[in-house]
């Protein structure tokens, strides 16, 4: 959520992470929330899934990201 990932596109790819949520019907498994600062700017943008970092991701990776974390996940 910090100005710096924003800049570099993070914006869409949040827009991206919102839609994979709702398409997916997953709002009541997924907890989606923004920090201001990761501490690596200049490896922006920059998420944290289930305690994995990632960096320079946009939104041709983020879904690869997502579907990774969640595929066989049961909500556990």
Known sequence: MGSSCFSRGNNL?????QEYIAKNGLEDRITLKGSLCEGKCKQGPN???????????????????????LKGDSGD
């Open 13 to 17: 790819t949040l827009m991206t992470i």
């Open 47 to 69: 998420i944290v899934v289930n305690d994995t970092f990632y960096d320079q991701v946009d939104r041709s990776t983020v879904i690869d990201i997502l579907e990774y974390h």
